[in-house]
Every structure is written in structure tokens, then in C-alpha cells.
Nanobody, 127 residues
Framework: QVQLVESGGGLVQAGDSLRLSCVGS????????MGWFRQTPGKEREFVAR?????????????YYEDFAKGRFTISRDNAKNTVYLQINSLKPEDTAVYYC???????????????WGQGTQVTVSS
């Protein structure tokens, strides 16, 4: 069983940056592909980015981003800290959402293929 806890969200202004963190417990996250998703009220959970499991080498990490996230979002992981990050630069009001991290045994962009989820962290971007 894996427990995930996100943090780092908040109320920011357009153009600001945030780094979201997702700390795992129960099992090492290095065995899982990790993803970030976001959700706004009335909409389905939306894929943002994912990173492959790592054997401990940065060279082995593989990242993938949804089109809207390319260039402004960066997903990374620190296996020593059992933590995954999502750096978001040049925030826009449309980035306002609850951001969730999730763990999966497969590389996927589909929420249903992720087995473990955090509780989410709210990001609100004012214009």
C-alpha cells in the first residue's frame, strides 16, 4: 500500500511559479511510474505529466507531458526522499485546479490506470 501526500499549492498571481511536492510512504516510489493530474469542479480529472520509474539513475527517467503542460511544467523525482515534484512556471488563471499525484505500475496518461492517489493540493491563480 502506498500513501501519497501533496503539498505546495496556494493562491498565487498570474506569472508566478509554484513547486508541488508529493511525498510517498508505505513503499518506495521508485517502483512506480508517477503522474500528476488536475481537476476543476464539474470536469474530469485531467492528465498533466508523468515520469517513469527509476533505477536510481537520472538517465533512466522518462517524462511525458500533456500538450498544455509542455514548456511550463516540469515533473521530477527524488527517490532518496521518496518524493515527486511538479514545477509550474508562468502560471495562468486557467491552471487553477486541484492537483493530484498518483502512482501506477504502468506508464500511462489515463487516471484509471493509476492505483494510488493523494488527497490533492489546491492551486489558485489570480489574474
Amino acid at each position: 500500500q502506498v500513501q501519497l501526500v501533496e503539498s505546495g499549492g496556494g493562491l498565487v498571481q498570474a506569472g508566478d511559479s509554484l513547486r508541488l511536492s508529493c511525498v510517498g510512504s508505505g513503499r518506495t516510489l521508485s517502483s512506480y511510474a508517477m503522474g500528476w493530474f488536475r481537476q476543476t469542479p464539474g470536469k474530469e480529472r485531467e492528465f498533466v505529466a508523468r515520469i517513469s520509474w527509476s533505477g536510481g539513475s537520472k538517465k533512466g527517467d522518462s517524462t511525458y507531458y500533456e500538450d498544455f503542460a509542455k514548456g511550463r511544467f516540469t515533473i521530477s523525482r527524488d527517490n532518496a526522499k521518496n518524493t515527486v515534484y511538479l514545477q509550474i512556471n508562468s502560471l495562468k488563471p486557467e491552471d487553477t485546479a486541484v492537483y493530484y499525484c498518483a502512482a501506477s505500475g504502468t506508464l500511462s496518461t489515463y487516471a484509471y490506470e493509476y492505483d494510488y492517489w493523494g488527497q490533492g493540493t489546491q492551486v489558485t491563480v489570480s489574474s
